[in-house]
């Protein structure tokens, strides 16, 4: 691995949001907002263009994050199942080599003695979500209550553990804000940024969903139907009806979620900042990424969970003075899985024995090693869940394509029983469909790409050691 000279363990600050989408980053060149603070970060170090979610939920993609493994090996398949904290962990790694480790803000993989973070020095997470305003947070004596903006709080916890650390040995910190996740409550501060009528539309706000399966329209996240009050924060005007009311839910949502961003980007700036005024950023890989994406508004979706472009697509961006040049783009196939045996490469420590990821150093460099991916596995188990109804499904995305097998076993969620919708597969050709408004598997000029991915796509089950779905009998 590239080392800096005099530092051959440089620092780590992996700052991780909740549901920001790529697409509401100004480096990936937002047209809703802006983000001078991340865009910074994307500046003097390497955007990732195309880097994924294996998994587009919060809990299953935080560990993957952590251990560097698929979900049906960590066990979090879903927001039903909790962390089995005996796992090794990136943090567990670099704090056996001689990091100090932290941990401040969301957690979102269950509490206990069996559950809370581990591989971390010191640690306060929020319960669950947690709360944006006056949050509870938890640490491993006790509870503590906080007073003032999640945000703010999260980032004040990080700055002050940087201030009292060990000034003689490298550090990982993990700065995880709860922001900007539903229900999009943002602080005084950034109150009246982006009024409604600022915010354009999505060009598939409309979509009518004709060239997909019945699960599109069966997804239960519609910004025209399934917002409620508490999303929004007022009720609609009584005279607006159809498309009018559907572009009232979107800009009311979406102007919350955008000033809920605002605040993340002013605390990265802070973050920044203390790294420069301390004499650390030259020794410091700061990273800044979210869980997965979001749909805003595309396709006429809020949330996640599918494996299409918006969903699964992680906003990635980071600096690495002396190693990366800046202004670094990279196209790469790159997923969360790789982040473990990264940050594990990046400290000069061999991953976990369990390790499924690659080392995205070389990536991150813009000189991806010959035999890098050129496809990956995505599955998501949480057969409509009853809130979002989404259907279980699988797939591979290569440079060009993406296969899904939408199978609905249900088997995510305990007690929901065998599936009740028959499975169906869908292909898209990214290149002449980028917005993935119509599935070619039927068609039969696409018949040898179909095939050759279904091949790829077990492979990849073979290879990562997951179980691909059979009917009951």
Same mark, same amino acid.
């Given at each position: 691995m590239p080392?800096?000279?005099g530092?051959?363990?440089? +620092?780590?600050?992996?700052?991780?949001?909740d549901?920001?989408?790529?697409?509401?980053v =100004?480096?990936?060149g937002s047209?809703v /907002?802006?983000?001078?603070n991340?865009?910074?970060?994307?500046a003097?170090?390497?955007r990732?263009d195309?880097?994924?979610?294996? +998994?587009?939920?919060?809990?299953?993609?935080?560990a993957?994050?952590?251990?560097?493994?698929? +979900?049906?090996? *960590? &066990?979090v398949?879903?927001?039903?199942?909790r962390?089995? *904290?005996?796992?090794?962990?990136?943090a567990?790694?670099l704090?056996?080599?001689?990091?100090?480790?932290?941990?401040f803000g @969301?957690?979102?993989l269950g509490?206990?003695?069996?559950?809370?973070? %581990?591989g971390?020095?010191?640690?306060?997470?929020?319960?669950g979500q947690g709360?944006?305003?006056d949050?509870l947070m938890?640490g491993?004596?006790?509870e503590?209550?906080?007073? &003032?903006y999640?945000?703010?709080?999260?980032?004040?916890?990080?700055?002050?553990?940087?201030?009292?650390?060990d000034?003689?040995k490298?550090?990982?910190l993990?700065?995880?804000h709860?922001?900007?996740h539903?229900?999009?409550e943002?602080?005084a501060?950034?109150?009246?940024?982006y009024?409604?009528?600022?915010? $354009?539309?999505?060009?598939t706000?409309?979509d009518?969903?004709?060239?997909r399966g019945?699960?599109?329209?069966?997804?239960?996240?519609?910004?025209?139907?399934?917002l409620?009050?508490?999303?929004? @924060?007022?009720d609609p005007?009584?005279? !607006?009806? &159809?498309?009018?009311?559907?572009?009232?839910?979107?800009r009311r949502?979406?102007?919350?979620y955008?000033?809920?961003?605002a605040?993340?980007?002013? /605390?990265?700036?802070?973050?920044?900042?203390?790294?420069?005024?301390?004499?650390l950023?030259?020794?410091?890989?700061?990273?800044y990424?979210?869980?997965q994406?979001?749909?805003?508004?595309?396709?006429g979706?809020y949330? @996640?969970?599918f494996?299409?472009e918006?969903?699964?697509?992680m906003?990635?961006?980071?600096r690495? $003075? &002396?190693?990366i040049?800046? =202004?670094?783009?990279?196209?790469a #196939?790159?997923? /969360?899985?790789d982040?473990a045996?990264t940050?594990c490469?990046?400290a =000069?420590?061999?991953?976990?024995e !369990? +390790?499924q990821?690659?080392?995205?150093?070389?990536v991150?460099?813009?000189?991806?090693?010959?035999h890098?991916?050129?496809c990956f596995?995505y599955?998501y188990?949480e057969h *409509?869940?009853?809130a979002?109804?989404v259907?279980?499904h699988y797939?591979v995305?290569?440079?060009?394509? @993406?296969l899904v %097998?939408f199978?609905n076993d249900g088997?995510g969620l305990?007690?929901? =029983? $065998?599936?009740t919708d028959?499975?169906y597969?869908? #292909?898209?050709?990214?290149?002449e469909?980028?917005?993935?408004?119509?599935?070619?598997?039927?068609?039969?000029?696409?018949?040898?790409v179909?095939?050759?991915?279904?091949n790829r796509?077990?492979?990849?089950?073979?290879?990562l050691?997951d179980?691909?779905?059979?009917?009951?009998?």
């Amino acid at each position: 691995m590239p080392q800096r000279p005099g530092r051959p363990s440089p +620092n780590i600050l992996f700052i991780l949001t909740d549901d920001h989408a790529a697409q509401a980053v =100004g480096a990936y060149g937002s047209r809703v /907002n802006t983000t001078p603070n991340i865009d910074r970060i994307a500046a003097e170090g390497a955007r990732l263009d195309r880097c994924y979610a294996t +998994n587009a939920l919060c809990a299953p993609s935080r560990a993957s994050i952590l251990t560097g493994t698929y +979900n049906h090996i *960590n &066990g979090v398949q879903g927001l039903q199942t909790r962390f089995d *904290n005996r796992q090794e962990t990136f943090a567990h790694r670099l704090q056996e080599s001689g990091y100090q480790t932290g941990l401040f803000g @969301k957690w979102h993989l269950g509490h206990g003695p069996e559950h809370d973070p %581990r591989g971390f020095d010191d640690w306060l997470v929020v319960p669950g979500q947690g709360d944006y305003h006056d949050p509870l947070m938890l640490g491993a004596d006790g509870e503590h209550q906080q007073h &003032g903006y999640a945000t703010d709080i999260i980032t004040d916890l990080s700055l002050d553990w940087l201030a009292r650390r060990d000034p003689d040995k490298p550090f990982c910190l993990l700065t995880w804000h709860k922001a900007p996740h539903r229900p999009w409550e943002p602080d005084a501060a950034h109150a009246e940024l982006y009024p409604d009528e600022s915010i $354009p539309l999505p060009e598939t706000l409309f979509d009518d969903y004709a060239g997909r399966g019945p699960h599109a329209a069966a997804a239960r996240m519609r910004i025209a139907h399934d917002l409620t009050r508490t999303d929004v @924060k007022a009720d609609p005007p009584g005279d !607006l009806t &159809g498309d009018d009311l559907t572009i009232w839910y979107y800009r009311r949502y979406l102007s919350d979620y955008l000033r809920c961003i605002a605040s993340v980007d002013d /605390n990265v700036g802070r973050m920044l900042d203390y790294l420069e005024e301390a004499g650390l950023a030259e020794d410091t890989v700061v990273v800044y990424s979210s869980d997965q994406g979001f749909f805003l508004g595309e396709h006429g979706w809020y949330d @996640k969970r599918f494996i299409y472009e918006e969903s699964m697509r992680m906003p990635f961006c980071v600096r690495w $003075p &002396g190693v990366i040049l800046p =202004g670094t783009v990279s196209s790469a #196939l790159c997923t /969360n899985v790789d982040l473990a045996a990264t940050f594990c490469d990046v400290a =000069g420590v061999e991953p976990g024995e !369990l +390790n499924q990821g690659e080392s995205m150093i070389d990536v991150w460099r813009g000189q991806p090693h010959a035999h890098w991916r050129d496809c990956f596995y995505y599955r998501y188990f949480e057969h *409509n869940d009853g809130a979002h109804g989404v259907w279980a499904h699988y797939g591979v995305r290569t440079d060009r394509y @993406k296969l899904v %097998r939408f199978y609905n076993d249900g088997l995510g969620l305990p007690g929901t =029983g $065998p599936r009740t919708d028959p499975p169906y597969t869908e #292909l898209y050709d990214l290149q002449e469909d980028p917005q993935e408004l119509r599935s070619v598997a039927e068609d039969p000029a696409y018949a040898d790409v179909v095939a050759d991915l279904e091949n790829r796509l077990a492979g990849l089950q073979a290879e990562l050691r997951d179980e691909p779905y059979s009917a009951p009998v």
